[in-house]
């Protein structure tokens, strides 16, 4: 990979996150970036990089923006995992909550809504840095209560701002000019968030039905999708994207 050291990759900005970079990550940004870079247009744009929870979203997203800042052009990585209501451990003891008292239907209705997340927020971050304003306030969410805050950004020389996120395609988030899916499986994801770490109970059988109600999301905002890579990494057109899930589902 051209000219990048890993070591100093620009991340996402959720407090405590963790990145593993390896092979076949890069592998996939490489594949990204030329058709990335080629549809980027205008001083300011909003790229996302969505995707099941731990498909490798904050490791694309990273190595997309060390790319640019190797060509020249400023870009920072914004995590959308800053934005829900509530911290994550409020926020998982509100989803159960959820589903005791409404079952499925009731939590499929709650994730990746307004009720879990700030998405005005979010839309006026995106609104406002397109507009070329300087500095910007972007929270920060941690794992407590204490690891929330605000910090003023400067964006005077960000280009391109990746936007790396589940829920970086919904239709409730406004101003996304290219959007990245990284498709996968549940069951593919799960490996990768053991290696994370980032929460008990990571393969429960409560997870992999949040996985599942995820997907089922991810799959109907596909079609606004600019860009869609399969777990392999190949590019591939929406039209191949939905023979490939119909295979996968039998």
């Given at each position: 990979?051209?000219?990048?050291?890993?070591?100093?990759?620009?991340?996402?900005?959720?407090?405590?996150?963790k990145i593993e970079?390896?092979?076949?990550?890069?592998?996939?940004?490489?594949?990204?970036?030329?058709?990335?870079?080629?549809?980027?247009?205008?001083?300011?744009?909003?790229?996302?990089?969505?995707?099941?929870?731990?498909?490798?979203?904050s490791e694309i997203?990273?190595?997309?923006?060390?790319?640019?800042?190797?060509?020249?052009?400023?870009?920072?990585?914004?995590?959308?995992?800053?934005?829900?209501?509530?911290?994550?451990?409020?926020?998982?003891?509100?989803?159960?909550?959820?589903?005791?008292?409404?079952?499925?239907?009731?939590?499929?209705?709650?994730?990746?809504?307004?009720?879990?997340?700030?998405?005005?927020?979010?839309?006026?971050?995106?609104?406002?840095?397109?507009?070329?304003?300087?500095?910007?306030?972007?929270?920060?969410?941690?794992?407590?209560?204490?690891?929330?805050?605000?910090?003023?950004?400067?964006?005077?020389?960000?280009?391109?701002?990746?936007?790396?996120?589940?829920?970086?395609?919904?239709?409730?988030?406004?101003?996304?000019?290219?959007?990245?899916?990284?498709?996968?499986?549940?069951?593919?994801?799960?490996?990768?968030?053991?290696?994370?770490?980032?929460?008990?109970?990571?393969?429960?059988?409560?997870?992999?039905?949040?996985?599942?109600?995820?997907?089922?999301?991810?799959?109907?905002?596909?079609?606004?999708?600019?860009?869609?890579?399969?777990?392999?990494?190949?590019?591939?057109?929406?039209?191949?994207?939905?023979?490939?899930?119909?295979?996968?589902?039998?």
């Amino acid at each position: 990979m051209k000219n990048i050291d890993l070591s100093i990759l620009p991340h996402g900005d959720m407090p405590g996150d963790k990145i593993e970079i390896e092979q076949h990550h890069i592998e996939k940004a490489e594949r990204i970036y030329p058709v990335l870079k080629s549809m980027l247009t205008g001083p300011k744009t909003v790229v996302c990089v969505c995707g099941g929870s731990g498909v490798g979203k904050s490791e694309i997203a990273s190595l997309l923006a060390g790319m640019l800042r190797a060509d020249g052009i400023g870009a920072y990585v914004m995590s959308g995992d800053n934005y829900p209501h509530r911290i994550p451990v409020e926020n998982d003891a509100q989803r159960e909550r959820v589903y005791a008292e409404g079952g499925r239907e009731a939590l499929d209705d709650y994730l990746g809504s307004q009720k879990e997340i700030d998405f005005a927020l979010v839309s006026s971050i995106l609104a406002k840095f397109k507009a070329g304003e300087s500095p910007i306030s972007l929270k920060r969410m941690g794992r407590t209560p204490e690891e929330l805050w605000f910090d003023e950004v400067d964006f005077t020389d960000i280009s391109v701002l990746i936007l790396e996120w589940t829920h970086g395609n919904s239709d409730n988030v406004i101003g996304v000019d290219i959007p990245i899916l990284l498709n996968s499986t549940p069951a593919e994801t799960l490996e990768h968030r053991r290696k994370r770490a980032r929460d008990k109970g990571v393969d429960s059988p409560f997870t992999t039905m949040v996985l599942e109600l995820e997907q089922t999301k991810l799959h109907a905002q596909a079609h606004k999708a600019k860009i869609i890579v399969t777990k392999a990494g190949d590019i591939i057109s929406f039209d191949t994207y939905l023979k490939l899930m119909e295979a996968q589902n039998g």
